[in-house]
């Protein structure tokens, strides 16, 4: 039997039975909160030196939390007749950091609900809506346009910032002086009258075009890399807004502290030991790794439609994603403590 009539007996199964997987990412979705808070009670408050059973769970639990965005994709890929069921898997992807923008959202309207109700409550609405909205199948590769162009060569634009804002980030791995110098000189730059007007405008363009070119690609399912692409692309479009409301709205609005060292570690507790903070965790790890993993996704589409063919550009895929999980590690240990002169003594 062909992969494409399994394929269509796939489809025709879907179609006629329930399809409980398709649920599965609005369960892991709604578990997320709970393995963070039962971190939390693994790991306490205090930064005493934790037995190695303790330590051996929290890091299961932690694990288990990456686990739900990188499900998400996997369950993308299904070739589900419903639009619905793919674009909920597409949402539970970007889990972790939609998790910090509704604990800010909640802080700024002083809301008395727990995170974790709210959250619920979110899940359960975007669930029934996906099982709900039926559209009629999709073309394999949509009508973009020039969309596709547009969104590329902003991309480029900005991975300048992006490059110099994640290369700030890994000297906090010397420490927060380093981390700081770094940040002084950057901000003459992207903090300028000019500057940040038009870093925010073009960021907020970018989550506006990724979000309409994700919604499209969504329609149908496609080959692993191109879901891998969509996927990561929609968790950046919630980063960011989610981001830029932290630090313009929150902090400098809301809260009147400088968006430093340590508002991004969230002193005097830090990222591990607090019930809040442990959700920045994952949030900035992908956010890291998410952002460089998806410009190595849009790189392999220009080499392919370019000429180079398929296996070399997928290779140098990988080796990009391989780097860009190393970047994003090494940043979040940086801010979890880790020293680069510790480790060498
Ligand atoms: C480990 C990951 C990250 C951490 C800890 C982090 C933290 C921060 C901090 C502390 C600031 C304030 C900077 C300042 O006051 O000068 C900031 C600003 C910003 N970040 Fe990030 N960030 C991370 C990743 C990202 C990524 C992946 C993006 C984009 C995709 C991004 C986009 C921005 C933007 C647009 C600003 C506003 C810059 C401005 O002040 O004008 N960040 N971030």
Not at 12 to 37: N, V
Not at 111 to 130: F, G, K, Q, R, Y
Not at 197 to 203: D, E, I, K
Not at 289 to 317: E, P, T
């Amino acid at each position: 039997m062909t992969a494409f009539v399994r394929l269509q007996n796939r489809r025709r199964f879907l179609e006629t039975h329930f399809d409980y997987l398709a649920l599965a990412p609005a369960a892991a979705a709604i578990g997320y909160p709970f393995l963070l808070d039962a971190f939390h009670a693994v790991v306490g408050t205090q930064t005493v030196s934790l037995p190695p059973l303790a330590i051996a769970n929290a890091t299961f639990i932690l694990i288990a939390a990456f686990v739900v965005p990188f499900l998400g994709i996997v369950l993308a890929c299904r070739p589900t007749p419903n639009p619905g069921s793919r674009r909920l898997a597409y949402a539970s992807v970007v889990s972790p950091t939609l998790y910090v923008f509704l604990g800010v959202v909640q802080a700024l309207i002083k809301s008395p609900i727990p995170d974790e109700v709210a959250w619920c409550a979110i899940w359960l609405a975007i669930a029934i809506w996906s099982q709900s909205a039926r559209g009629p199948v999709a073309a394999a590769v949509p009508a973009v346009g020039d969309w596709r162009v547009v969104h590329g060569v902003t991309a480029a634009v900005l991975f300048l910032y992006v490059v110099f804002h994640l290369t700030n980030h890994l000297f906090g791995l010397m420490g927060p002086d380093a981390h700081a110098t770094v940040m002084k000189f950057g901000r003459v730059v992207y903090r300028s009258a000019v500057g940040e007007p038009v870093l925010v405008a073009a960021m907020l363009f970018q989550v506006r075009t990724g979000l309409f070119l994700a919604w499209r690609w969504s329609a149908a399912a496609h080959d692993f890399q191109r879901t891998y692409q969509v996927a990561s692309g929609a968790y950046l479009s919630v980063y960011i807004l989610g981001h830029m409301n932290s630090v313009f709205v929150y902090a400098r609005s809301f809260l009147g502290i400088p968006t430093d060292w340590n508002f991004a570690i969230g002193a005097p507790t830090g990222l591990i030991h607090d019930a809040w903070n442990i959700r920045l965790l994952p949030h900035y790890a992908l956010g890291a790794f998410f952002v460089l993993s998806h410009l190595a996704s849009g790189l392999r589409v220009v080499l392919i439609a370019h000429g180079v063919d398929q296996r070399s550009a997928d290779h140098l895929w990988g080796v990009c994603v391989a780097m860009s999980a190393i970047v994003a590690a090494a940043i979040v240990a940086g801010m979890c403590g880790v020293r680069i002169g510790a480790l060498a003594s």
